[in-house]
């Protein structure tokens, strides 16, 4: 804030100048001698406090230049609204009016943000000196916070309301405006994918018609370098090599309401792979064996994640064979005429570092065991840095951390290296409300509570109590992922669920416990042990209903058994576009209780993505039999029914069916088998509304009982019969959650079956 010379002090640096004589040279005003300086106006300030920042001697000559320099200093203090210095005749007053003294400080206007939020960015205070440059310092902070809500029409400005006892209250009258979103996302320069696709990849959208929630679609400049190199990854996996992002352009509507981002890019030519081989430097290492970990395929587009798994791949052979120091060193040779790249992977013989030790820092609540334990590397080992990169995403991917660093630096030699590890810790449970509907199941509600790092120890402790129209369901479970010290991971689980007339005309209750260990058998198989024991109880079985129920109602106890065989691509990333699970379990009940069966269930699955990664491919084959010894039969808590595993079809919609009984019941099966296939792609819209399309179509069947004389005395007719099913899909990404609509109709079905023409899923957490 400028402020102008007190008038006094005016004054009596003219009084202290000396006229000249006219045609004469001036001369520099006299110096003049104060006796005394009496301070006058301060309440709060003490006058030493004020003398002393004037810093004039008494008694001495005073130039005007030192009396205007002590005039500035009391000026720029701070303490100060008005200074004046006047001189009455040997004695200098110093005439001053304070800074009023800050009562309260409050904010109106606002609503986005909440006093508490805004209170912790302003440093005015009460009870301290009013300043105003800190108060316009604090309004352009405030002003700030709401452009980085995406307000950047936001206005605020600075009030004071006086007081009696020179006091002020400090009003920040806040204009919040509206969020200034992203209105249009364009591209110059591309012409391999439309503006469309792009947008797509791009973790800043455009405005639509979920505005009021989506809050990627406002502009903040921190996003476009991550925007950047989602677009580099994105073109580089398609074979485009030299592509380069040359500029990004946000302009800004003249009401500030709007923004327009363009990115200018240059695509370059389409790379495929051409000459692929595998060479040796190092003396006594056949590149033989290393050629065979290669995942590039000559002919196929360049994509630098390939070489990236094939490097990975290489590397672990390396570590396998007892070879340290060895880097996996890719050599392109560009051939512009064909464009081709020849990719050479080169085995060359490394700098002999080792770890010496890793520290870790920042970890507040998570025990450094914790985190130790997502590297492979120990101290001592030799230094290698794609594994501590690899070990430094595993620490991210935990979920426990806001923020976490890893980073080398030069140990005590320099062949020694120490990796650091720096983590910002942050809220790890969770309690969740949610809701769900089904066309079947109805609407329904449930709570969890959810703690993923149970005291530090990164352990998982959950609670969820669920309830819809018809059932109930309650359960805790806990996980320690590294039972023993090891990748052993260890699960407890205890749920209580009952059903009233769940589309049925009789009820259940089942109560479980099953402890497990999982552990892994290689890099993306991993094998699951289990116990169970549970309490099953079929009730209110009404008169209506078929004689097989009627039969099998009461409570059974049963003691399995189990194990599960897991399979997924998906954990080594061997191809970044296509992944790949297997899935094989069996149960065998008879250790106690009373059931006695052996029940195997068998996945396979893959998911692709074609068309430029624009349309995604699914397809399963699933697969189940339960079998029965000694005198044991199987009922209706035992056995198959099909869920969802044959879209188009309620569930216990299909399957052996007592025709003889009143309300026909669906009786389940011992046997199944079910074939999926699904393609899910864009409908055209903007990408920013979340809406995809999709076609799919089910086969399948359900069959077998181990007694066949229903009500009556009439046979039911257990025999396969095959089902089928085509449909399409909406797909909606709404903020209250993923929202389904399947719209079915049945190709190939039996006259008895319950066809399920529309369904609408939903589930959400708030």
């Known amino acids: ?5 007190g008038k006094g002090a005016l004054a009596l640096v003219t009084s202290l100048a000396i006229a000249a004589p006219v045609g004469m040279i001036p001369q520099p005003a006299a110096a003049v001698v104060f006796g005394s300086i009496q301070v006058q106006g301060n309440q709060q300030i003490e006058t030493g406090a004020v003398l002393s920042t004037l810093a004039l001697p008494q008694g001495q000559d005073l130039s005007p230049g030192q009396i205007n320099d002590g005039l500035q200093r009391l000026q720029n203090s701070g303490l100060f609204e008005t200074v004046e210095l006047i001189p009455q005749g040997s004695t200098l007053v110093v005439q001053v009016s304070e800074y009023p003294i800050v009562n309260q400080i409050s904010f109106e206007g606002n609503r986005r943000l909440n006093d508490d939020r805004l209170a912790e960015i302003v440093r005015s205070q009460s009870r301290r000196v009013y300043q105003p440059s800190q108060a316009i310092q604090d ?12 307000r950047l029409a936001a206005r605020v400005d600075p009030r004071i309301i006086r007081r009696s006892g020179n006091r002020v209250d400090l009003v920040f009258e806040i204009r919040e405006g509206n969020v200034t979103e992203i209105e249009r996302v364009s591209f110059v320069g591309n012409r391999a994918y439309s503006d469309r696709r792009l947008r797509n990849v791009l973790e800043t959208k455009q405005a639509g018609l979920l505005r009021t929630f989506i809050r990627r679609d406002t502009f903040a400049p921190e996003r476009i370098p991550l925007d950047e190199q989602l677009l580099t990854d994105f073109y580089r996996s398609q ?24 990115f200018n890019i240059s695509e370059g030519p389409r790379y495929r792979f051409g000459r692929v081989e595998t060479v040796s430097e190092i003396p006594g290492v056949d590149a033989a064996l290393f050629s065979e970990q290669s995942r590039v395929r000559r002919g196929s587009f360049y994509n630098p ?6 490097i990975r791949r290489m590397e672990t052979i390396a570590i396998q064979q007892g070879l340290n120091f060895v880097n996996i060193e890719p050599r392109v040779t560009r051939n512009a005429q064909t464009q081709t790249l020849d990719l050479t992977f080169a085995l060359t013989r490394g700098q002999r570092v080792f770890v010496e030790r890793i520290d870790i820092e920042g970890n507040t609540t998570t025990l450094d065991q914790v985190i130790r334990r997502q590297f492979t590397t120990v101290e001592g080992d030799p230094f290698n840095p794609r594994e501590i990169r690899n070990s430094a995403e595993r620490v991210r991917a935990l979920g426990y951390f806001a923020d976490a660093q890893v980073q080398t630096r030069e140990g005590s030699s320099p062949d ?20 769900s509907y089904g066309v079947n199941s109805g609407v329904g509600f449930n709570i969890g509570l959810t703690e993923q790092n149970f005291l530090g120890r990164g352990q998982t402790l959950g609670l969820q109590l669920q309830t819809a129209t018809d059932d109930r369901a309650a359960g805790i479970n806990f996980i320690e992922p590294y039972f023993l010290g090891r990748d052993l991971r260890f699960g407890f689980s205890a749920n209580y669920t009952e059903t009233e007339g769940l589309n049925s005309d009789f009820d ?22 289990r116990y169970r024991i549970s309490e099953d109880k079929l009730t209110n079985v009404t008169e209506d209903s078929s004689q097989l129920l009627i039969d099998e109602e009461g409570t059974r106890l049963t003691s399995s058994l189990g194990y599960t065989y897991n399979w997924d691509s998906r954990r080594t990333g061997l191809d970044p576009l296509t992944a790949y699970r297997f899935r094989f379990s069996q149960d065998f009940a008879g250790a106690g209780g009373d059931t006695k069966t052996i029940t195997t269930t068998a996945l396979a699955g893959v998911e692709s993505t074609a068309w430029r990664e624009s349309v995604t491919l699914r397809g399963e084959l699933e697969a189940g039999a339960i079998y029965t010894y000694g005198d044991y039969s199987t009922w209706i808590l035992d056995r198959f029914r099909t869920g969802n595993r044959v879209r188009g079809f309620e569930p216990n919609g299909i399957g052996p069916r007592d025709l003889a009984a009143v309300n026909e019941d669906g009786l389940g099966g011992n046997f199944y088998w079910a074939a999926r296939g699904e393609a899910q792609f864009p409908l055209g819209l903007p990408e920013e509304y979340g809406i995809e399309g999709g076609l799919f179509m089910d086969v399948g069947s359900l069959w077998g009982l181990d007694r066949t004389i229903g009500t009556g005395g009439v046979p039911v007719d257990d025999d396969m019969y095959v089902r089928a099913a085509v449909g399409a899909s909406i797909f909606w990404t709404t903020p209250i959650g993923p929202l389904r609509f399947n719209f079915t109709q049945a190709l190939q079905k039996e006259d008895y079956d319950l066809e399920q023409n529309f369904d609408l899923t939903i589930q959400t957490n708030f």
Do not use: C, H, W
């Not at 994640?305 to 094939?310: A, C, G, P, Q, W």
């Not at 020694?416 to 809701?435: D, R």
């Not at 099953?514 to 094998?527: T, V, Y």
């Open 508 to 529: 259940t209750r089942q109560i479980r416990i099953q402890p497990s260990l999982e552990f892994p058998i290689s890099d993306n198989a991993r094998i699951e042990l």
């Open 416 to 435: 020694q290296v120490i990796v650091g590890v720096n983590v910002e810790e942050q809220p790890t449970g969770s309690l969740s409300l949610g809701a």
């Open 305 to 310: 994640s390939v070489i990236d798994t094939s």
């Open 139 to 150: 309004a352009q902070a405030i002003a700030q916070t709401y452009a980085a809500e995406g």
């Open 1 to 5: 804030m400028e402020r102008k010379l």
């Open 239 to 262: 074979g485009y090599a030299d592509f380069r992002v040359q500029g990004v352009a946000p302009e800004i509507a003249r009401e500030r309401d709007a923004f327009f981002i363009t």
